[in-house]
């Protein structure tokens, strides 16, 4: 089985952990599976999945007023959280989540 979509995820920036919804290419529309990932696991294997969506700034141009935490806008990138899921799944067969109605 193979992870096809991801539903919708949440970065827990304190805990270093995204909160994720997917599905499985065997799974019906009204199923998901729900896991946390350990960002820091994540890298182990590889994978960088946080991208900072406001790396075009200048550091000499920041309206530190009107931005105090780039990491609220921090992005996760969808393709590597599915060939990390996939992978992580391979190795860790027992954790794969099981399907629940959505």
């Not at 994978?47 to 780039?70: M, V």
Request: cysteine-free; proline content about 3%.
């Amino acid at each position: 089985m193979e992870v096809s979509e991801i539903v919708s995820y949440y970065i827990h920036e304190t805990s270093r952990r995204i909160e994720v919804s997917f599905r499985m290419m065997n799974d019906d529309e009204d199923e998901v599976r729900n896991d946390i990932i350990n960002i820091d696991e994540a890298e182990e294997f590889g994978y960088d999945l946080i991208q900072e969506a406001f790396d075009l700034y200048d550091e000499e141009d920041e309206d530190e007023e009107e931005f105090d935490d780039f990491g609220d806008f921090d992005t996760i990138d969808e393709e590597m959280l599915i060939s990390y899921l996939n992978e992580y799944y391979i190795v860790n067969p027992k954790k794969l989540p099981k399907p629940e109605l959505f």
